[in-house]
């Protein structure tokens, strides 16, 4: 029998702008405001339904389909819970942050539980370059935890492999936070000297040394009121490490050659691809400094932890880098991208697009337009290595040397055939034959 909801909760209900369901115990819908309905394009009965079928297209409970499930973590807290979830919503798949508050009846006990949702723009309009893609769970996470973050002051610390996009995390930390209309200011730490840095951070005054014919604001002065990026913050030197942190305490600073102290104003987002725990245990990073910068990490993901996510990269990256033509990738050529384990990450991948793009007459990447570096793993990495290392069939060493020789060789099918010694008839039945595989 169908719950019977008090008319003012419908009427509450559906006051929000924001898409807004009530559920039962059982993931039942059983009221949906009108901005649920534009939302998820359902023209039919809503009420009944199961929260997870119009959400998710699963056929069970999104935590029995190995995702976080916030009614079934408010069920068994008895509190409010929120996550990142991918939704199919009436604009396609979408990053949507998901609010579950139980709603207790006048003895206290929890009759419904609301539901909220919250589709996550994580890039401004206009900046299609910022914008961040992928559905894999750990990207998920990692947005998550940025989402979180991003309405707090805390500073942030992004940590992962070079090309993994954390000046794009930075972004969207930023582009989420109350501080999204003031500036965004990314600082490079990795060379700068103590009078660069200093110069560079507080700015100087006229005279403060040779070569200051004039004043200048220093980034801190720039970034007033907005979020201040610090690129590979591990390597700063230790002489320069004092100094960041006497402003991170302080929230004060002087320009060079200037007496009148400044406040400062900003949140701080640091980066590195370096281990800082480590770094402190060798002496090489300040402990103190440590601790002021890592109150919030975030880990970000390699590409090869998140490979699900290849198609959609690669299709927005070509639309990026060649937003006239309508490019594409062979299955082929998707598949050997797919078998890379991309070392540089998705700075790597864009590289190697780039260069297709360059090598491509047509309007599909194929194989031999792309040229993948040598840094890779395991046999991939030397197809003639020692066979006594690994003993495998024929067949499988077969096609990695096929896959190896295909991404590799930048002349075209017809020379790489005559240089394996088949015809290009044979070598492209082997090849269709190694991708089903």
């Known amino acids: 029998m169908p719950t019977k909801v008090p008319a003012d909760l419908l009427n509450l209900l559906d006051s929000f702008p924001d898409p807004r369901i009530l559920l039962d115990a059982q993931y039942r819908i059983i009221a949906a405001n009108a901005a649920y309905r534009r939302e998820f394009s359902h023209k039919g009965k809503i009420e009944g339904e199961y929260c997870y079928v119009l959400s998710h ?30 939704h199919h919503t009436s604009a396609g798949r979408e990053h ?37 893609v992928g559905y894999s769970r750990p990207f998920n996470r ?34 989420m936070s109350p501080r999204a209309s003031a500036p965004f200011v990314a600082l490079e730490c990795s060379g700068l000297t103590e009078t660069l840095f200093e110069s560079e951070m507080f700015g100087h005054e006229k005279g403060a040394f040779t070569g200051a014919v004039g004043s200048k604001i220093g980034l801190v002065e720039a970034v007033r009121g907005g979020t201040l990026f610090l690129d590979e913050v591990g390597d700063i030197p230790l002489s320069l490490q004092v100094k960041l942190l006497r402003l991170m305490e302080a929230g004060t600073y002087r320009r060079i050659g200037g007496v009148e102290p400044l406040r400062a104003d900003f949140r701080l987002v640091a980066a590195t691809h370096r281990d800082l725990a480590e770094m402190v245990k060798e002496g090489t990073f300040r402990q103190d400094l440590y601790f002021r910068i890592n109150v919030f990490p975030i880990q970000l993901p390699p590409l090869r932890e998140r490979m699900e996510d290849l198609p959609m990269l690669v299709k927005s990256l070509l639309t990026l880098l060649e937003p006239v033509r309508k490019i594409k990738l062979s299955e082929e050529a998707l598949s050997i991208l797919m078998q890379h384990d991309f070392p540089g990450n998705v700075r790597e991948l864009r590289n190697v697009l780039e260069r297709a793009l360059i090598m491509v007459d047509g309007n599909t990447i194929q194989p031999q337009h792309l040229y993948l570096d040598s840094m890779r793993s395991g046999q991939q990495n030397n197809p003639t290595a020692n066979p006594a290392e690994e003993i495998a069939p024929l067949s499988t060493l077969e096609k990695r040397y096929l896959e190896w020789a295909v991404s590799n060789f930048r002349g075209d099918r017809k020379t790489l055939a005559e240089r394996l010694g088949v015809s290009e008839r044979t ?4 090849l269709r034959d190694a991708a089903s595989t």
């Open 142 to 175: 990692m947005l998550e935890l940025a989402k979180r973050v991003a309405s707090h002051e805390s500073s942030v610390l992004l940590l992962g492999e070079s090309g993994t996009g954390k000046e794009l995390v930075a972004h969207a930390i930023h582009d």
């Open 427 to 430: 070598l492209y039945r082997k």
């Open 96 to 132: 949507v942050e998901v609010e579950m508050v139980p709603v207790r009846n006048e003895a206290g006990n929890t009759a419904y539980y609301m539901e909220t949702m919250h589709t996550l723009h994580h890039a401004s309009d206009g900046m299609r370059e910022r914008k961040m």
């Open 57 to 86: 297209h699963y056929d069970k409970p999104c935590d029995q389909a190995g995702e976080n499930c916030p009614l079934r973590a408010s069920m068994e807290s008895g509190e409010p819970s929120r996550v990142l979830h991918v």
